[in-house]
């Protein structure tokens, strides 16, 4: 049996990981989840009756709680999502960035030092990097320059993580993934955030001119990418996971209102503040040292994400409770 430790498992990432590795029969899993408002334990109910599951709502800043799980079962691979993971909440307000993704991922590395544990993955951001021109690339070597509070709580965290691993020989490797996309994602980022203003009939807010460029990777490819380092990459690298499609917002946009069948109707809104550019990975290091590449393009992917959104519509109300409409109005209504 392999014993996996999951942070942040109630999220989108996260709850399409443990599908992944629960696909393994040798395989249990302990999910470790705040249940902020991103966190849902429905995306995971058909493991409710698992025995190979469990799920502690617990903030992984929390040390003694931590402890007390690691006490009562044996971990083996941690693998770390848990965190603040939105750029307009972290200009919005910066605190609980540097609470959860960095103070939370010191005291994780501290318990896994602790307990021994064989492999810690820390689960990063190609935002660490910053913005980069056309034709470049973000390479491992890449100098980090995160621009906003939420990039610069990820690189901190980066950073935490790579002082372990020299300090403490910490059995740690971080992945730096690009814009991910798919089932399960909270409606506050670009693509589900388009989907669900077209089934309500309601204007699609673009920043700035929609120039910008992202990188876009299907969930799943995300999923075997992490998996790829966990079973064949070195202790203390770096690994880049990329989606190999660059698009600007405005042009996916149009992508996904075609899939729909609609003319949408587009607010080109005020830009968002250091708006990064563009990102684009190069991702060879992990497809020569892993064997990986993404499968799933983005014609394919933006189909499967947009009928599942479609029909999961029970899904999507319930995630936008009162919260989600106070931070929409916070965000999108302010004069
Ligand atoms: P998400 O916001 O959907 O989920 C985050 C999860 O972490 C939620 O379930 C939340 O409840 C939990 N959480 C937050 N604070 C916590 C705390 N203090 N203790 C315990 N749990 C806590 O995020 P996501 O998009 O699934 O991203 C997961 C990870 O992947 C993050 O570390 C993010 O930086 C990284 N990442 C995301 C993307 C992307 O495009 N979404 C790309 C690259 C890397
Ligand atoms: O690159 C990886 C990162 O991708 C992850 O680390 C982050 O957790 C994740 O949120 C994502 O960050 P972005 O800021 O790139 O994603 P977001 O979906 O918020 O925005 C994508 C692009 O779309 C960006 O250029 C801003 C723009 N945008 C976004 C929203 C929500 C709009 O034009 N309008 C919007 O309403």
Known sequence: ??????????????????????GF??????????????GNPLNLLEFENDERYSFYRVDICDKKKVETIFKSRKIDIVVHFAAESHVDRSILSGIEFVKTNVEGTQSLIDVSRDYSVQQFIHVSTDEVYGSIKEPGKFTEK????????????????????????????????????????????????????????????????????????????????????IYSVITKGR?????????????????????????????????????????????????????KECDWHPNIGLERGLKNTISWYENNTGWLDKVKSNEYITYYKAQYEKS
């Open 142 to 225: 890449s100098e980090l320059h995160p621009n906003s509070p939420y990039a610069a709580s990820k690189a901190s965290s980066d950073l935490m993580v790579l002082a372990a691993i020299r300090t403490h020989d910490f059995p740690a490797k971080i992945t730096r993934c690009s814009n991910n996309y798919g089932p399960f994602q909270y409606p506050e980022k670009l693509i589900p955030l388009m989907v669900s203003n077209i089934l309500e009939g309601k204007s699609l807010p673009i920043y700035g001119t929609g120039a910008n460029i992202r990188d876009w990777i299907y969930v799943d490819d995300h999923c075997e990418g």
């Open 235 to 287: 202790a203390g690298e770096v690994y880049n996971i990329g989606g190999r499609s660059e698009i600007k917002n405005i042009d996916l946009v149009h992508k996904i209102a075609d899939e729909l069948g609609v003319v949408p109707t587009i607010d080109f809104v005020k830009d968002r503040l250091a708006h990064d550019e563009r990102y684009a990975i190069d991702f060879s290091k992990i497809s």
């Open 1 to 22: 049996m392999t014993n996996y430790l999951v942070t942040g498992g109630c999220g989108f990432i996260g709850s399409n990981f443990i599908k992944f590795i629960m």
């Open 25 to 38: 029969s040798d395989t249990t899993v302990c999910n470790i989840d705040k249940l902020t408002y991103a």
